[in-house]
């Protein structure tokens, strides 16, 4: 069988910070820790619509497929077409499952002000009544500050795309993390 050549880095992109590779095994390793810390229980995974789709998708197949896993989406925006968060989350798309008595994996794929969990972490607790919420973060670019349960890796403080992660909607197919070039952002 013939093999595929990687994909080019995209040209806006200054070097990339995780590759495929790095994310899909910190992924599986993520994965393994979620299926032994629910096993035997019935898991709700939530991923933060859109920024965590990916991550959302390969980490239920990380998950022990004998592990009962509810799958849901929840949507919130603090952000808009900007880079700069407004402090103001709000949400966008309600959850589809009710989640009163639930165990919630809230997924995010960046934690950077820690404001969208904070502000999911209550509503879930507080207006949907789940049992627990823990967080598993992709990214967080403070991660001393322990906002997330399970965390993929530590992140400067620089602002990268990519694996789900936007720039005014651009770049969340890429299979990788980089930095984007700061050229695209201060010529917008
Ligand atoms: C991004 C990201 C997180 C949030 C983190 O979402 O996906 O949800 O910001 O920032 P915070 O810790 O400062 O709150 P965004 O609002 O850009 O929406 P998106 O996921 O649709 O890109």
């Not at 013939?2 to 994965?31: F, K, N, S, Y």
């Not at 939530?46 to 197949?61: E, H, K, P, S």
């Not at 989350?89 to 309600?94: A, D, E, G, L």
């Not at 403080?157 to 984007?180: C, Q, W």
Request: hydrophobic share 45%; glycine share 10%; with cysteine.
């Amino acid at each position: 069988m013939a093999m595929l050549a990687a994909a080019p880095i995209h040209l806006d992109i200054e070097r990339v910070l995780l590759t495929e590779a790095q994310i899909q095994q910190r992924v599986r390793e993520l994965g393994a820790q979620l299926s032994a810390d629910y096993a035997g229980r019935t898991l709700t995974l939530v991923g933060v619509f859109a920024g965590a789709t990916l991550f959302l998708a390969d980490l239920i197949r990380a998950i022990d497929p004998t592990l009962k896993v509810h799958l849901d989406v929840v949507g919130v925006s603090s952000y808009g077409a900007g880079k700069t968060s407004n402090g103001r989350p709000t949400i966008t798309q309600m959850p589809e499952l009710l989640m009163f008595g639930r165990d919630v994996v809230l997924v995010e794929d960046i934690i950077d002000t820690g404001t969208t969990v904070a502000f999911l972490r209550e509503q879930f607790q507080m207006v949907f009544g789940a049992r627990s919420v823990r967080v598993c973060a992709l990214l967080d670019k403070q991660p001393q500050l322990c906002r997330a349960d399970y965390l993929g890796f530590a992140c400067d403080p620089e602002f990268v795309v990519g694996y789900g992660l936007d720039y005014a909607e651009g770049y969340r197919g890429l299979s990788y993390v980089g930095v984007l070039k700061s050229r695209v952002y201060q010529t917008a």
